[in-house]
């Protein structure tokens, strides 16, 4: 008896080594990393990555795969308090390239005691300016919440939690992402010359180093040059349903801050071609 309780504890500590073990391998064996991104793990055993940014550096991690669709998400907790001039991210880009293709999600930071503003917008073929940006409801550095992109061949699907706040269409004659692989990117860097009311309020580097937290990422997309997972249909045929299209317009009703499609002044000689289509 002495031997079987002595052995019970030690199979329990080499089921929860094998377990940590296993939520690491999201990390180091989906991602490469740059700058300082440290690694811990939350109460349930789920891995943390952390990216650090102070005067010397940002950070942020890239997929060693890439992808043509698929619905890709992850929890992230951003900077509390003062966060201003800070740009925390969670994007698909086909690269650098004039012609690149890229669908963004980016946290712009802001002052203590205003909302975080998340940029949405999405490149096809070196074609951007198609922002739309939202002030937060909630406190994201209180707590963990979920940001997903779902990208198919027929549209581009935001959501925030439970939430769809935004669909960008595809449009025959119009440029959209649907031929480029994209590896999937998360960044923390300095943008103080954009990100807080157009670069008016830089970051207070006494705040340094900021950190963004990231965890529960998941990709369910088809690899390029792979085969597509099982069960692909479901976000490779999905578009938002009437109760979607509901959240997206309580979004754009409340919390809608800047619609490229009403920026007359950005586009002298008329709005883009998809902003006066259902």
């Given at each position: 008896?002495?031997?079987?309780?002595?052995?019970?504890?030690?199979?329990?500590?080499?089921a929860?080594?094998?377990a940590?073990?296993s939520?690491?391998?999201?990390?180091?064996?989906?991602?490469?990393?740059d700058?300082?991104?440290?690694?811990?793990?939350?109460?349930?055993?789920q891995?943390?990555?952390?990216?650090?940014l102070?005067r010397?550096?940002?950070a942020?991690?890239?997929s060693?795969?890439?992808?043509?669709?698929?619905?890709?998400?992850?929890q992230?907790?951003?900077?509390?308090?003062?966060?201003a001039?800070?740009?925390?991210?969670f994007?698909?880009?086909?690269?650098d390239?004039?012609?690149?293709?890229?669908?963004?999600?980016?946290?712009?930071?802001?002052?203590?005691?205003?909302?975080?503003?998340?940029?949405?917008?999405?490149?096809?073929?070196g074609d951007g300016?198609?922002?739309?940006?939202?002030?937060?409801?909630?406190?994201?550095?209180a707590?963990?919440?979920?940001?997903?992109?779902?990208?198919?061949?027929?549209n581009?699907?935001?959501?925030?939690?439970?939430?769809?706040?935004r669909?960008?269409?595809?449009?025959?004659?119009?440029?959209?992402?649907?031929?480029?692989?994209?590896?999937?990117?998360a960044?923390?860097?300095?943008?103080?010359?954009?990100?807080?009311?157009k670069?008016?309020?830089?970051?207070d580097?006494?705040?340094?180093?900021?950190?963004?937290?990231?965890?529960g990422?998941?990709?369910?997309?088809?690899?390029?040059?792979?085969a597509?997972?099982?069960?692909?249909?479901?976000?490779?045929?999905?578009?938002?349903?009437?109760?979607e299209?509901?959240t997206?317009?309580?979004?754009?009703?409340?919390?809608?801050?800047?619609d490229?499609?009403?920026?007359?002044?950005?586009?002298?000689?008329?709005?883009?071609?998809?902003?006066?289509?259902?």
């Open positions: 008896m002495a031997r079987r309780s002595l052995l019970l504890p030690l199979l329990a500590l080499l929860a080594m094998a940590v073990a939520a690491d391998s999201w990390l180091y064996e989906k991602f490469n990393t700058g300082t991104v440290r690694t811990d793990y939350d109460g349930s055993g891995q943390v990555a952390m990216l650090n102070d010397s550096s940002g942020g991690f890239n060693k795969e890439q992808y043509l669709f698929g619905e890709f998400s992850i992230m907790k951003l900077i509390p308090g003062n966060s001039g800070t740009v925390s991210c994007y698909l880009t086909s690269g390239a004039d012609d690149h293709d890229e669908i963004d999600m980016e946290f712009m930071g802001n002052s203590s005691g205003q909302p975080v503003v998340l940029n949405t917008n999405v490149w096809a073929s300016k198609k922002e739309h940006q939202f002030d937060l409801w909630f406190d994201p550095s707590d963990y919440h979920t940001y997903t992109v779902i990208w198919n061949p027929t581009i699907i935001f959501k925030v939690d439970d939430n769809v706040i669909c960008f269409k595809r449009y025959a004659d119009l440029a959209y992402p649907n031929s480029k692989p994209m590896a999937l990117h960044t923390l860097w300095d943008g103080s010359y954009w990100a807080t009311e670069g008016k309020v830089p970051i580097w006494s705040g340094a180093p900021f950190v963004v937290s990231y965890k990422y998941n990709a369910d997309a088809c690899v390029a040059g792979g597509c997972p099982s069960g692909s249909d479901r976000w490779m045929n999905k578009q938002p349903d009437s109760a299209w509901g997206i317009k309580w979004a754009e009703s409340n919390y809608l801050r800047y490229y499609c009403t920026d007359g002044w950005r586009f002298p000689n008329g709005l883009p071609a998809e902003c006066s289509r259902s």
